[in-house]
């Protein structure tokens, strides 16, 4: 039997011009949101019943062909990656992370999107309170722009794998 993995978020040292996508990575309307497409075998009711059983998602919505919810606290999985504490920006390494996922089914494949993506603070340092939640934005953004900032684009490493079940 397989793993399904939900999404597979790596952000890598890159710089591009013109409409950027880093590594799944985009700015929508002034939103950091992470998209990608996933090919599967299962069908719309089992990819709803792994959502279901996952134990990742709250507050789960089923439509047509759609399942959306709100993604539990996470951490970030920057050392199963084989990045380091300190090869990974403080801001990731230090906070749980939770967003909006929506999963979209049609023939065979599905989209995964994580979009409202806030990351909240372990605990306390001279910087930020235990439980301070930051959105995405405020780290990626350029100040009042709809494009991301050059500190986001350069040495931004994490993974963070979700997985809905363990076997399918």
């Known amino acids: 039997m397989k793993k399904i993995t939900i999404f597979v978020l790596t952000l890598v040292s890159v710089t591009s011009h013109g409409q950027e996508t880093i590594n799944n990575f985009q700015v929508d309307n002034s939103e950091i949101i992470w998209q ?3 090919e599967t075998t299962l069908t719309f009711e089992q990819l ?3 959502a279901k059983d996952s134990g990742l998602l709250e507050k789960i919505e089923i439509g047509d062909n759609k399942i959306s919810g709100d993604l539990k606290q996470l951490d970030a999985d920057f050392k199963g990656a084989g990045f380091t504490e300190m090869g990974t920006p403080i801001y990731i390494s230090r906070s749980h992370f939770t967003g909006f996922v929506i999963l979209e089914f ?3 494949k599905y989209r995964a999107t994580l979009k409202k993506i806030v990351l909240t603070q372990k605990y306390s340092d001279s910087l930020t309170k235990q439980g301070e939640m ?3 934005e405020f780290f990626g953004l350029k100040n009042g722009k709809n494009e991301m900032a050059n500190s986001f684009k350069k040495k931004f490493e994490f993974d963070i ?3 809905l079940h363990e076997k399918i």
Do not use: A, M, P
């Open 106 to 108: 049609k023939d065979g």
């Open 134 to 136: 930051t959105n995405l």
């Open 48 to 50: 709803k019943e792994k």
């Open 36 to 38: 990608k497409v996933f």
């Open 161 to 163: 794998k979700l997985h």
